[in-house]
Protein backbone atom coordinates (compact mmCIF):
# COMPACT_ATOMS: atom_id res chain seq x y z
CA UNK A 1 0.00 0.00 0.00
CA UNK A 2 1.39 3.86 -0.77
CA UNK A 3 2.19 5.35 2.36
CA UNK A 4 1.56 8.49 4.26
CA UNK A 5 2.80 11.96 1.52
CA UNK A 6 3.87 14.66 2.72
CA UNK A 7 5.05 17.83 1.06
CA UNK A 8 7.30 19.55 1.02
CA UNK A 9 10.17 17.74 2.39
CA UNK A 10 12.22 20.40 3.25
CA UNK A 11 10.88 24.75 3.94
CA UNK A 12 13.13 27.63 4.97
CA UNK A 13 11.05 30.82 6.15
CA UNK A 14 11.79 34.05 7.75
CA UNK A 15 10.28 34.62 11.40
CA UNK A 16 6.41 36.04 11.25
CA UNK A 17 6.56 34.61 7.49
CA UNK A 18 3.62 31.98 7.15
CA UNK A 19 4.02 28.52 5.68
CA UNK A 20 1.58 25.30 5.25
CA UNK A 21 2.25 21.82 5.51
CA UNK A 22 -0.16 18.84 3.69
CA UNK A 23 -0.50 15.22 3.96
CA UNK A 24 -2.33 12.52 2.33
CA UNK A 25 -2.81 9.66 4.37
CA UNK A 26 -3.12 5.78 3.35
CA UNK A 27 -6.11 5.28 1.87
CA UNK A 28 -9.27 4.28 4.29
CA UNK A 29 -7.49 5.58 7.05
CA UNK A 30 -9.87 7.40 9.23
CA UNK A 31 -7.75 8.92 11.75
CA UNK A 32 -4.97 11.18 11.28
CA UNK A 33 -2.16 12.48 13.76
CA UNK A 34 0.06 16.01 13.19
CA UNK A 35 3.08 15.70 15.52
CA UNK A 36 6.16 18.34 16.03
CA UNK A 37 10.10 17.05 16.28
CA UNK A 38 11.93 19.03 18.05
CA UNK A 39 15.75 18.14 17.08
CA UNK A 40 16.95 15.77 20.27
CA UNK A 41 13.07 15.02 21.20
CA UNK A 42 11.08 13.06 20.92
CA UNK A 43 7.73 13.26 18.97
CA UNK A 44 4.53 15.73 20.28
CA UNK A 45 1.14 15.28 19.62
CA UNK A 46 -0.12 18.74 17.64
CA UNK A 47 -3.48 17.49 16.52
CA UNK A 48 -5.75 14.36 15.90
CA UNK A 49 -8.75 14.31 13.58
CA UNK A 50 -10.99 11.21 13.33
CA UNK A 51 -12.20 11.63 9.45
CA UNK A 52 -12.68 15.21 8.98
CA UNK A 53 -13.51 16.01 13.48
CA UNK A 54 -11.18 16.91 15.62
CA UNK A 55 -10.25 14.37 18.51
CA UNK A 56 -7.50 16.25 20.77
CA UNK A 57 -5.80 19.52 19.77
CA UNK A 58 -5.10 20.62 23.24
CA UNK A 59 -0.89 20.59 22.85
CA UNK A 60 -1.76 23.24 19.37
CA UNK A 61 -0.46 26.18 19.72
CA UNK A 62 -3.77 27.65 18.64
CA UNK A 63 -2.69 31.54 18.04
CA UNK A 64 -0.75 30.82 15.41
CA UNK A 65 -1.05 27.28 14.09
CA UNK A 66 -4.11 25.75 12.43
CA UNK A 67 -5.14 22.84 10.96
CA UNK A 68 -7.87 21.53 8.97
CA UNK A 69 -9.18 18.04 7.31
CA UNK A 70 -11.70 18.90 4.99
CA UNK A 71 -13.45 16.00 3.66
CA UNK A 72 -11.83 13.57 6.00
CA UNK A 73 -8.86 12.85 3.74
CA UNK A 74 -6.00 15.09 3.51
CA UNK A 75 -5.02 17.44 5.74
CA UNK A 76 -2.75 21.04 5.82
CA UNK A 77 -1.18 21.91 8.89
CA UNK A 78 -0.07 26.12 9.07
CA UNK A 79 1.48 28.06 10.53
CA UNK A 80 0.94 32.41 10.94
CA UNK A 81 3.52 33.73 11.78
CA UNK A 82 6.36 31.65 12.10
CA UNK A 83 8.43 31.90 15.26
CA UNK A 84 12.08 30.62 15.28
CA UNK A 85 11.24 27.68 18.09
CA UNK A 86 8.98 26.57 15.61
CA UNK A 87 11.88 25.03 13.52
CA UNK A 88 11.23 21.52 13.79
CA UNK A 89 10.26 17.89 11.86
CA UNK A 90 6.35 18.48 11.50
CA UNK A 91 5.27 14.05 10.82
CA UNK A 92 1.67 13.32 9.84
CA UNK A 93 0.60 9.78 10.77
CA UNK A 94 -2.21 8.06 10.25
CA UNK A 95 -4.46 4.68 11.63
CA UNK A 96 -7.60 2.84 10.32
CA UNK A 97 -9.32 4.56 13.50
CA UNK A 98 -9.07 5.89 16.83
CA UNK A 99 -7.68 4.20 19.87
CA UNK A 100 -5.09 1.27 21.00
CA UNK A 101 -4.53 -1.44 18.82
CA UNK A 102 -4.63 0.44 15.83
CA UNK A 103 -0.82 1.26 13.99
CA UNK A 104 0.23 4.25 13.12
CA UNK A 105 1.88 4.73 9.60
CA UNK A 106 4.40 8.13 9.51
CA UNK A 107 4.99 9.92 6.77
CA UNK A 108 8.42 11.60 5.96
CA UNK A 109 8.27 14.42 7.79
CA UNK A 110 8.60 18.24 6.46
CA UNK A 111 11.49 19.66 8.29
CA UNK A 112 11.41 23.33 8.95
CA UNK A 113 13.55 26.20 9.62
CA UNK A 114 12.64 29.69 10.54
CA UNK A 115 15.31 32.31 10.65
CA UNK B 1 0.17 14.13 32.41
CA UNK B 2 1.34 10.84 31.28
CA UNK B 3 5.26 10.81 30.06
CA UNK B 4 7.83 8.33 29.03
CA UNK B 5 11.25 8.92 30.09
CA UNK B 6 14.24 7.02 27.78
CA UNK B 7 16.97 7.39 30.11
CA UNK B 8 19.94 7.05 28.01
CA UNK B 9 20.72 10.07 25.32
CA UNK B 10 23.01 8.62 23.27
CA UNK B 11 24.52 5.13 23.41
CA UNK B 12 27.94 4.45 21.30
CA UNK B 13 29.25 0.86 21.03
CA UNK B 14 31.13 -1.49 18.94
CA UNK B 15 29.42 -4.61 16.68
CA UNK B 16 28.43 -7.25 18.28
CA UNK B 17 28.13 -5.41 22.09
CA UNK B 18 24.69 -6.11 23.33
CA UNK B 19 22.14 -3.42 23.60
CA UNK B 20 19.60 -2.49 26.23
CA UNK B 21 17.39 0.95 25.99
CA UNK B 22 15.62 1.92 29.07
CA UNK B 23 12.17 3.48 28.98
CA UNK B 24 9.94 3.80 31.81
CA UNK B 25 6.32 5.42 31.60
CA UNK B 26 4.24 7.33 34.01
CA UNK B 27 0.55 6.00 33.50
CA UNK B 28 -1.33 3.87 36.13
CA UNK B 29 -3.67 2.31 33.71
CA UNK B 30 -3.49 -0.48 31.11
CA UNK B 31 -1.33 0.71 28.33
CA UNK B 32 0.22 -0.45 24.54
CA UNK B 33 3.97 -0.04 24.25
CA UNK B 34 5.87 0.36 21.24
CA UNK B 35 9.45 1.09 20.35
CA UNK B 36 10.10 3.02 16.65
CA UNK B 37 13.17 3.27 15.18
CA UNK B 38 14.44 6.21 12.59
CA UNK B 39 17.12 5.69 10.25
CA UNK B 40 19.35 8.96 9.07
CA UNK B 41 17.27 10.01 6.68
CA UNK B 42 14.36 8.07 6.90
CA UNK B 43 10.98 8.28 8.60
CA UNK B 44 9.80 6.46 11.70
CA UNK B 45 9.82 2.76 11.49
CA UNK B 46 7.71 -0.06 13.99
CA UNK B 47 10.43 -1.78 15.70
CA UNK B 48 7.93 -4.18 17.84
CA UNK B 49 5.15 -3.41 20.13
CA UNK B 50 3.13 -5.10 23.27
CA UNK B 51 -0.62 -5.45 23.61
CA UNK B 52 -1.02 -8.30 25.75
CA UNK B 53 -0.15 -11.60 26.91
CA UNK B 54 3.80 -12.82 26.92
CA UNK B 55 5.42 -9.56 28.04
CA UNK B 56 9.34 -10.77 25.97
CA UNK B 57 8.02 -9.26 22.55
CA UNK B 58 10.15 -10.06 19.44
CA UNK B 59 10.19 -7.68 16.73
CA UNK B 60 12.30 -6.98 13.49
CA UNK B 61 15.86 -7.37 13.04
CA UNK B 62 16.56 -9.38 16.13
CA UNK B 63 15.52 -6.87 18.29
CA UNK B 64 13.52 -7.41 21.89
CA UNK B 65 11.78 -5.81 24.90
CA UNK B 66 10.61 -6.89 28.12
CA UNK B 67 7.02 -5.37 29.51
CA UNK B 68 7.26 -4.86 33.45
CA UNK B 69 4.46 -3.43 34.58
CA UNK B 70 5.61 -3.50 38.36
CA UNK B 71 8.65 -1.06 36.85
CA UNK B 72 6.37 0.73 34.51
CA UNK B 73 8.96 -0.59 32.09
CA UNK B 74 9.49 -1.61 28.38
CA UNK B 75 13.12 -1.89 27.83
CA UNK B 76 14.47 -2.35 24.43
CA UNK B 77 17.44 -5.00 23.64
CA UNK B 78 19.39 -6.84 21.51
CA UNK B 79 22.06 -9.36 21.87
CA UNK B 80 24.61 -7.82 19.48
CA UNK B 81 24.27 -5.13 17.47
CA UNK B 82 25.17 -4.44 13.82
CA UNK B 83 26.60 -1.16 12.27
CA UNK B 84 23.30 -1.04 10.47
CA UNK B 85 21.66 -0.45 13.77
CA UNK B 86 22.49 2.80 13.78
CA UNK B 87 19.74 4.98 14.41
CA UNK B 88 17.28 6.53 16.95
CA UNK B 89 15.14 5.03 18.65
CA UNK B 90 11.65 5.74 20.06
CA UNK B 91 9.91 4.38 22.77
CA UNK B 92 6.06 5.74 23.10
CA UNK B 93 3.02 4.90 25.02
CA UNK B 94 -0.85 4.54 24.33
CA UNK B 95 -2.90 4.61 27.32
CA UNK B 96 -6.26 2.69 26.80
CA UNK B 97 -7.87 6.53 27.33
CA UNK B 98 -10.37 7.09 24.75
CA UNK B 99 -8.79 9.64 22.07
CA UNK B 100 -5.44 9.01 23.29
CA UNK B 101 -2.84 9.24 21.03
CA UNK B 102 0.63 7.66 20.98
CA UNK B 103 3.17 9.53 23.25
CA UNK B 104 6.55 9.61 22.86
CA UNK B 105 9.72 9.47 24.65
CA UNK B 106 12.79 12.22 23.76
CA UNK B 107 14.65 9.28 21.80
CA UNK B 108 18.06 7.57 22.22
CA UNK B 109 20.81 7.82 19.69
CA UNK B 110 22.64 5.00 19.35
CA UNK B 111 25.67 4.94 17.38
CA UNK B 112 27.63 1.47 16.09
CA UNK B 113 30.83 2.00 15.06
CA UNK B 114 32.31 -1.20 12.82
Known amino acids: EAGVAQSPRYKIIEKRQSVAFWCNPI?????LYWYQQILGQGPKLLIQ????????DSQLPKDRFSAERLKGVDSTLKIQPAKLEDSAVYLC?????????????FGSGTRLTVV | AQSVSQHNHHVILSEAASLELGCNYS??????LFWYVQYPGQHLQLLLK??????LVKGIKGFEAEFIKSKFSFNLRKPSVQWSDTAEYFC????????????FGKGTTLSVSS
Open chain 2, 27 to 32: YGGTVN
Open chain 2, 92 to 103: AVNPHQAGTALI
Open chain 1, 93 to 105: ASSLATGVGYGYT
Open chain 1, 27 to 31: SGHAT
Open chain 2, 50 to 55: YFSGDP
Open chain 1, 49 to 56: FQNNGVVD
